[in-house]
């Protein structure tokens, strides 16, 4: 890649910030000791295309796409990487040494590997996946490349949840969400991908006296941390799986295409990144 291309990269979105993304990336250049910047970058929405097309004239090796240009941003970029076609959005944007865009999404990638940092194994078993939207969708793209059995598919909205199915394909059965709670009997994980819970929105109202004990809960949601799924999760012994560390994981595919740098997922990392709100 042409040199004036490779330290300067950045997240797009708008509003931005709320991001939490410069801080995380700022954090792995200072640890690594790699002259670069992340700055964050807010772009109205009629204006990402030409935020996009202006990078490689600005210096930039790439971007992170957050709220709400994922799903935009697939008619804007030259190249689409096939795990970016599954889910149907695109959170990294990467200008390659022909000045073309290439347009990646490692949502996927971090899920698996927020789960495998946990000890969670999820080869032929069944899961419960809470939510249709553009988190659900990584997430299932993710549990099949992971080998999962059925996936149960529960959303307030039912017809998203079979648009989504009939999308994705794989061992995956709707349910209404009243029948949620008996759905998690013989599941191995259930996850929350919706924004219930999350602090200003209305709360998550699901039990999981039924869920196996030795099966694992994760919430997607990170603020705040513990989430009451979680918290009930835990009292009953359950190994739980945060939302932050799914946002850590995805980023690292990100640096190390900007920055030629594989960073590390740590506890002083995690830190970090949750003193910065």
């Known amino acids: 890649m042409n040199d004036r291309y490779t330290t300067k990269a950045g997240v797009m979105g708008w509003p931005i910030g709320h991001s939490r993304s410069p801080r995380l990336h700022g954090y792995w250049l200072n640890k690594y000791g790699i002259e670069g910047t992340y700055e964050a970058l807010a772009v109205e929405p009629n204006k990402l295309q030409w935020a996009l097309r202006e990078m490689p ?6 971007v992170n796409l957050t709220i709400p240009h994922k799903e935009a941003a697939m008619k804007i970029v030259d190249r689409i990487d096939d795990v970016a076609k599954r889910i149907g959005a695109v959170n990294t944007v990467i200008v390659g040494v022909d ?8 949502d996927a990638y971090g899920f698996t590997q927020n789960l495998m940092a946990r000890g969670v194994k999820i080869k032929d078993k069944p899961v419960t996946v809470l939510g249709a939207g553009g988190a659900a969708r990584a997430v299932i793209v993710a549990l099949h490349n992971m080998g999962a059995g059925k996936i149960y598919l529960l959303n307030r909205t039912q017809e998203r949840a079979e648009q989504l199915r009939d999308i994705l394909g794989g061992a995956i059965e709707v349910l209404p969400w009243e029948r949620g709670e008996a759905s998690v ?16 929105q209305p709360p998550l109202e699901f039990r999981i006296d039924g869920l196996p004990l030795e ?26 799986v945060d939302g932050l560390g799914m946002l850590l994981h995805q980023a690292r595919p990100a640096f190390q295409a900007f920055f030629g740098k594989d960073p590390e997922v740590t506890e002083q990392l995690r830190s970090y990144v949750l003193e910065g709100k």
């Not at 000045?99 to 490692?106: F, I, P």
């Open 57 to 62: 004239s600005q210096g930039f090796c790439g």
């Open 185 to 200: 009997k013989d599941s191995g994980l259930l996850v929350n991908t919706t924004s219930l819970g999350m602090q200003g």
């Open 99 to 106: 000045g073309k865009l290439e347009g990646r999404n490692t």
């Open 215 to 240: 099966a694992a809960v994760a919430d997607l949601v990170y603020a705040p941390l513990e989430t009451d799924l979680l918290r009930s999760a835990h009292r009953r012994g359950h190994t739980t």
